[in-house]
């Protein structure tokens, strides 16, 4: 089975400090995805890369970039996190870009800016 | 504008019974469809897909329909049961060459299975 792992569950942090939230899949996949669900909004895609050291902007990067340094890990930063950022963050992985798989997610990570 | 569409936020049904998911889209491009469960505190898990050349996917108990002339699919739960109680997002994909790779979820449906 695909397991993808978020590091932490909750994360509280203060307005401005900067945020690094990881995410490690154990399944070699090329494609790993940030979203951030929020209430009414459903899933919205922040960042995404095909391969380490590569990424693209997804549907709402503005305040979030992205890391990839090695194939297995993904990390997503806000540069100067705001109230605004307090969303549920979801990590996901897929096999391949062209086949139509199914995107794994990890189980969120809640964060609160305060 | 939202390309994919999930008109009920919420939908009950009773154990045993037809449980049906909506899900509406306007990109005629979108080429392949997807549906997630999620569970509260959980990532959203991959529950079933149906490819636009076909109208019909049956996996057990849940069946997806494609009607790609009215741009809408939906999701059939048959029987539904209790553990059934979730969100469920909709998903399409969009072929358009370089992205190819994003998927647009709908805002989901919370699904109640009362016993």
């Known amino acids: 089975d695909v397991k993808v792992t978020q590091s932490s569950r909750y994360l509280v942090k203060r307005t401005g400090e900067k945020v690094f939230l990881e995410c490690v899949q154990d399944?070699?996949?090329?494609?790993m995805f940030w979203y951030r669900q929020d209430p009414g909004l459903g899933l919205r895609l922040i960042y995404f890369?095909?391969?380490?050291?590569?990424?693209e902007k997804g549907d709402i990067p503005e305040g979030y970039s992205v890391s990839r340094e090695k194939k297995e890990r993904f990390s997503l930063i806000l540069e100067s996190a705001s109230t605004n950022q307090t969303s549920m963050y979801l990590c996901?992985?897929?096999?391949?870009?062209?086949?139509?798989?199914?995107?794994?997610f990890g189980d969120g990570t809640r964060l609160s800016i305060l | 504008d939202q390309q994919v569409k999930q008109n009920s936020p919420s939908l009950s049904v009773q154990e045993g019974r037809i449980s049906i998911l909506n899900c509406d889209y306007t990109?005629?491009?979108?080429?392949?469809f997807l549906w997630y469960k999620k569970y509260p505190a959980e990532g959203p898990t991959f529950l079933i897909s149906?490819?636009?050349?076909?109208d019909k996917n049956e996996d057990g108990r849940f069946t997806v329909f494609l009607n790609k002339s009215a741009k809408h699919l939906s999701l059939h739960i048959v029987p539904s049961q209790p553990g059934d109680s979730a969100v469920y997002f909709c998903?399409?994909?969009?072929?358009?060459?370089?992205?190819?790779?994003?998927?647009?979820f709908g805002k989901g449906t919370l699904l109640t299975v009362n016993p």
């Open positions: 996901a992985s897929s096999l391949d870009i062209l086949y139509p798989g199914p995107q794994h």
């Open positions: 998903a399409a994909r969009l072929n358009s060459g370089g992205s190819n790779y994003k998927l647009t």
């Open positions: 399944m070699d996949h090329e494609n």
């Open positions: 990109n005629s491009m979108f080429d392949y």
């Open positions: 149906i490819s636009s050349i076909k």
């Open positions: 890369s095909y391969d380490v050291k590569m990424k």
